[in-house]
T-cell receptor
Framework: GQNIDQPTEMTATEGAIVQINCTYQ??????LFWYQQHAGEAPTFLSY??LDGLEEKGRFSSFLSRSKGYSYLLLKELQMKDSASYLCAVKDSNYQLIWGAGTKLIIKP | DGGITQSPKYLFRKEGQNVTLSCEQNLNHDAMYWYRQDPGQGLRLIYY???????QKGDIAEGYSVSREKKESFPLTVTSAQKNPTAFYLCASSISEGTGGYEQYFGPGTRLTVT
């Protein structure tokens, strides 16, 4: 079966750095997405990786290793507004998105 | 302003009643999707459509139905056959299905409660 694993919950301090990991086992791979979802709201797109390596976008960076079936989202200079769930999703061989359950990130002052 | 709208935000229904959730987009996207989100689980695909008058079942289509008569609209009907309909329903759209890093844009969601 297809599977995406993320930690259920993480806690970090305002101003610090946090890394949210995602491992996947899917039938084929056509890219990996990270989304942010605040409680009760819609997910919003953060990043897309299809080749190995690091993609940097402001305070957020995303890394991909296809050989290891692994990605991480790195958030720097954490702000209180970064408290949200972070969803990892992989596009499989049928171009369907397979979603992880999400990681709830709690930021403490 | 381009975007996706879903209405209503909260919906309450009695068991045994069908209910239709609306989804409209003005992004000129070809592909549209319906997901269900339950606590502690990833988004699960109910139905998707790549083009007008065509749609495909997702992983959990049983007890649901859709139509795609217009490019902008993709309503979802939750029928009485759906065993556990209480959930947060999200509609999304993207430029196209298939290759490319085309992200999905989501509507604000409808929280359906069936008692």
């Amino acid at each position: 079966g297809q599977n995406i694993d993320q930690p259920t919950e993480m806690t970090a301090t305002e101003g610090a750095i946090v890394q949210i990991n995602c491992t996947y086992q899917t039938s084929g791979f056509n890219g990996l997405f990270w989304y942010q979802q605040h409680a009760g709201e819609a997910p919003t797109f953060l990043s897309y990786n299809v080749l190995d390596g690091l993609e940097e976008k402001g305070r957020f960076s995303s890394f991909l290793s296809r050989s290891k079936g692994y990605s991480y989202l790195l958030l720097k200079e954490l702000q209180m507004k970064d408290s949200a769930s972070y969803l990892c999703a992989v596009k499989d061989s049928n171009y369907q998105l397979i979603w992880g359950a999400g990681t709830k990130l709690i930021i403490k002052p | 302003d381009g975007g996706i709208t879903q209405s209503p935000k909260y919906l309450f229904r009695k068991e045994g009643q069908n209910v239709t959730l609306s989804c409209e987009q003005n992004l000129n996207h070809d592909a549209m999707y319906w997901y269900r989100q339950d606590p502690g689980q990833g988004l699960r695909l109910i139905y998707y459509s790549q083009i007008v008058n065509d749609f495909q079942k997702g992983d959990i289509a049983e007890g649901y139905s859709v139509s795609r008569e217009k490019k902008e609209s993709f309503p979802l009907t939750v029928t009485s056959a759906q065993k556990n309909p209480t959930a947060f329903y999200l509609c999304a759209s993207s430029i196209s299905e298939g290759t490319g890093g085309y992200e999905q844009y989501f509507g604000p969601g409808t929280r359906l409660t069936v008692t």
